[in-house]
């Protein structure tokens, strides 16, 4: 019952994250259009599930670099090649497509008010506050501040606001929540954020306009629609580029013209990024955004939870994951759905006995975990010896690390997954080792079934990938 109960989840899981890839795949050149405009983002977090993903600063999927360790805990120096391989690409990035833009690094800690703070630090907020401080400090200490911009904050998880430190000797702070609270008489929802005019005119822009089905931003803000922006992922890419777009509009005027933004919002904001010493311009537009996003978005959330069921809200506001997710590539999962434990710090073990204590915590010793091991490809896969070079055998090796913390009494499923696509594509590991996990725990779908060595091809695989979307998403 147990195994069968367990198979159904990862099965519904996967029906879920197939949907939602493809919408990703279908919205691509909208995404690469947000990206004209935005600057290049590194975000580093806790594995902590409620500071999962990129929503709360307004970005569609795959358009953040993300670093995790427990309370934020991570190893920034030269020696930890993982670390700067990741950066280094994105700074790679920002050089070629941004140019004049250096990329960003934002190193978050996260607070709650009402519930958990971060277990790692005890929910002592100065001490994770302190922790991010110090990780910028020792960025900016190999760095070059035209190349990466590197600023420290906190994420407040009841309502997902955001407070950013910038490192221009007169200490700036930009609170999102303390901004919300000064103008509390003005802006108390989120269409409020924006002036009348943007959010009643038809949206002109073809490239935008194609996906929103005729609606306006006032429609796709409006909480008696369901605040669709915020609950639906076409969209929210959608209404992410236009907004993106528009306020790089008002960066590139110097402020001056001004048609989308709550005029007194955007003089509080715009004065504060204006007097930070040494900002690179051109990151003022992409910072811009973002805090005007998040207010937004912490107004939804402030709207949102009151009206949650004791149950709901428990579950959002405390640890609500439901399964332990080991390796990359799930940007695409919901916040509070999963437990993260990252590769590539050196000790993989030690990453997932953290999740094994936020297992034990939250479901006790009952409950036998799940979880999912996934590999990112960045290229492509076109021969068995590139399958089993990036893919089976780091599943191997995983599949070994998760026996070694968790022994063989686990509910685990092997994917691998594209980079620029995010569909986890479920395959078999073959190696039994000392201790194997009992096939009726292992999830039994395979993509590459039956395939012999010399049919791993690029455009077998392809077909193979095609058919398991078609048919996980008819299930
Ligand atoms: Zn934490």
């Not at 003005?186 to 005729?214: C, H, M, Y």
């Not at 000392?434 to 096939?439: F, T």
Request: net charge positive; glycine share 8%; hydrophobic share 35%.
């Amino acid at each position: 019952m147990e195994n069968a109960d367990a198979n159904k989840f990862f099965a519904s899981y996967l029906k879920k994250n197939a949907v939602e890839a493809l919408t990703i795949s279908r919205m691509q050149e909208l995404i690469e259009y947000f990206m004209e405009s935005a600057a290049r983002l590194c975000v580093s977090k806790c594995i902590d599930g409620r500071v999962h993903g990129s929503k709360g600063k307004g970005r569609p999927p795959k358009s953040v670099t993300f670093f995790r360790g427990e309370g934020n805990i991570v190893d920034v120096g030269p020696r930890n090649a993982a670390f700067w391989d990741r950066l280094y690409k994105v700074i790679l990035d920002a050089k070629m497509n941004t140019p004049g833009t250096p990329a960003l690094y934002i190193a978050l800690g996260h607070k709650s008010h009402s519930g958990r703070g971060c277990a790692k630090h005890e929910s002592q907020d100065e001490v994770a506050l302190a922790t991010v401080m110090m990780q910028a400090h020792r960025l900016r200490q190999q760095t070059n501040p035209d190349e990466l911009y590197v600023i420290h904050g906190m994420t407040e998880t009841d309502y997902m606001s955001e407070c950013y430190h910038f490192p221009d000797g007169k200490k700036t702070v930009i609170d999102t929540a303390k901004i919300i609270e000064g103008l509390k008489n003005t802006i108390r929802n989120p269409d409020d954020v924006f002036q009348e005019g943007f959010l009643s005119q038809p949206i002109s822009d073809p490239k935008i306009a194609k996906w929103i089905d005729g609606k306006t931003a006032g429609d796709l803000l409006d909480g008696r629609k369901g605040y669709a922006m915020f609950n639906s992922l076409q969209y929210g890419i959608a209404m992410e580029t236009l907004l993106m777009r528009s306020i790089a509009g008002i960066a590139a005027s110097k402020g001056k013209v001004n048609k989308v933004i709550h005029p007194e919002l955007f003089k509080i904001v715009w004065g504060k990024l204006n007097n930070i010493k040494g900002l690179p311009e051109g990151l003022r537009g992409s910072l811009l955004y973002q805090i005007i996003f998040n207010i937004a978005y912490s107004l939804y959330k402030r709207k949102q939870i009151p009206n949650m069921s004791q149950e709901e809200r428990v579950k959002e506001l405390d640890h609500g994951e439901e399964l332990i997710c080991f390796g990359d590539g799930f940007e695409l999962l919901s916040r509070n759905s999963a437990i993260l434990a990252k590769i590539g710090r050196g000790d993989n073990t030690e990453a997932l006995r953290t999740a094994q204590n936020v297992w034990k915590h939250r479901f006790g010793e009952t409950k036998t975990p799940k979880i999912h091991m996934n590999i990112e490809v960045p290229g492509k896969i076109t021969s068995w010896n590139s399958f089993t070079s990036y893919v089976l055998n780091k599943l191997e090796t995983m599949r070994a690390e998760v026996i070694e913390v968790f022994g063989t009494n686990v509910h685990i499923m092997a994917t691998y997954s594209y980079e620029d696509r995010k569909m986890f594509l479920p395959v078999q590991t073959l190696i039994y080792g000392r201790q194997s996990i009992d096939e009726k725990r292992v999830f039994p779908m395979n993509i590459v079934e039956g395939m012999q060595s010399h049919e791993y091809t690029e455009s077998n695989l392809v077909l193979r990938e095609r058919d398991y979307a078609a048919a996980i998403c008819a299930a």
